[in-house]
Structure formats: C-alpha cells, structure tokens
C-alpha cells in the first residue's frame, strides 16, 4: 500500500503529512533520485488545457526514472463525451465511462483534470464530474484541478512561501480578486484560501460586491483557520485589505450571484475593469510583500507589466515548485514513500 492513495485536497492531509511532503520536495530538489520510479507509468487525463500541470507532471516522472503518457479531447478521434446518461448519437464516439479505467489501466497511477462546467453551482461545489470520474479508478489517483480543487497548485504555493520565508504566525495573507474579460472556475480560489489558512495565515478575500466565495468555501477555510491558528476575513476595502500584508496573491474568479449567467456575469465583471493589480496596490503592504499568480496570467489586464517583471513577483520559482512538490506526491505514492 502507497503512502498516498489518492491526491484529490489538501484539506485530506494533516499538518505532519503536509510537512513531510514539503521535506520530501526540498530533499528531491537538492538530491536528484533519478532511479526511484523506474519502471513507472503515470497516466494523464486532461479535458481541459495545461501548460504547466501537464508539463511539471511528465517533467516530474523523468526526473524520477519514470514514465507519462497524456490524453486530451484534441488529440483524440473518437471524441470524448462526460455527461451522463446521453444519446451518443453527436461528435463523441467514447464516453469517459470507458476512457477513464482504460487509460488508468495502462498507468500506475492516473492524474486527472476536469475544470468546472460553471453552469451550476451547487455541482461544481461538490466536484461532481471529477469525483464520478474518481469512481471509475482503482489506481492512485491525482487531482490535476476539478471544478472545485487544485492541490497540486496550493503545495507548490505553501513551498513558494516557506522558501521565501514568508511568516506563518501573523503572516498576512491577501488572496484578490482581479479583473478578467472570462468567468473563471472557483478551484484555485477556493484551494488557495484553505492552503493559506492551513499554513496558519491571516488571511483575508478581498473581492468587489457579486464576487464573495461562497459560504461552503470560507466555512471550510474558516475551520481549517480554526486549527492551525490563522484567521479569515473578507472586505472589498483595498487598503484595509492590504495593511501589512505579505503576500499578495491575485486571481480572477466568477461571479457566484451570477454563477452560470456569463451575460449577467459579464455585466458585473466589466465594472471592475480597475481591478488590474498595480504598484500602488502595495503602498500599505510590508515593504517586501510578494505577488503570486498560479498562471496563466494576463498583463496589463489581471496585473501590471511592472509587478510581474518587478522584484515583488515570483510567479515563476512558484511554477517550478509544481515540479518539486508533484515528485515528492508521486514518489509518496508510487515509489520509496514519505
Ligand atoms: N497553474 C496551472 O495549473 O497552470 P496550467 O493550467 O497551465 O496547468
């Protein structure tokens, strides 16, 4: 039996196996172990686009002596339909039903990413689509981003913040939304704000009216506060939100008033266009307070070109640290263990 069976939250995970994971990463990035995964195959399954999970992922098996092999709707033939219970009588000519314990069968393990559809969200809220997916796997099985989660993204950004140094007790913490031209999925939010509160941070959403994060997720992250010391709070008051802060992650989310109402969405979005993160963002902040960005991001648009070439920026060790903290997930669950 792996040490990890399944990678699908953070939140699954106590502070200890948190630690160790985060041991395991440091150790992997100054010691190379290049035979530890010989013979190992990772399967991926991505319906939706990737640069940096998809190639951190086969990076990370390389390095481990291991293998990947990936599968997205774009390359297929066949077409691949999700949703259940449908007349297949369209494009699609396999339904993931079979796809997805055929390509987990040729894997030691299956990595999977299933954006939200952002129809509904009570759906999305509870991960349905991933989690009958996950149903379907009898392998380990990691989470890529689901309608809801992103864990892969929250380990590499709780690395980010201890390489940095970035205080844990007091450590203030500001997750912001920020202009979009597209309603974007709720998963790196929702993950980020419990990460943060799992590290022990203050944290506080900062956010414009119609773009509160709904009440399961700072309940979850407001328990989750609870027992690692931090706090959650929530403002749409940029300098409050902003005074002695030391971390500045931005992030475009949906409106969840309009969840699913792209025109509605739209609407309210397109009145928050000054939500572009600028230098003059950080005048209350700690004077070395980091901006972080999971990627992609649009300059000029979600942040300005002079923070994310400034010194404030660390979007790109941030990235890298996908690559450290997914061996060590792997090498937990596949190879030697924590
Ligand atoms: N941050 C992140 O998951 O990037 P990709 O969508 O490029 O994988």
Redesign the pocket.
Known sequence: MSDIQRFDDLADFSPERIAALLALAGRLEKHPEPEALKGKVLSLLFLN??????ASFQASMTRLGGGAFVISPEMSIHGLETRPGIVMDGAAAEHVKEAVPVIASYGDALGLRAFAERRDLVEDLEDREYRSMAELVSTPLINM?SAIN?PC?SLADWKTMDDLGAPVSGGKFVLSWAYHPLALPLA?PAATIQMAAMRGMDVTVLRPEGFELPPQVMDKARSLAGRSGGSISETDDRAEALDGAHVLYAKSWSSTVHYGDKHEDYQLRNRHEDWCVDEEWFAPAEEDCRFMH???VRRNVVVSEAVLDGPRSVVVPE?RN?MWVQMAVLYAMLGPGL
């Open positions: 686009p990737s640069l940096r999970t998809l981003e992103h993204q790196v999971c990627l992609p990235a996908r």
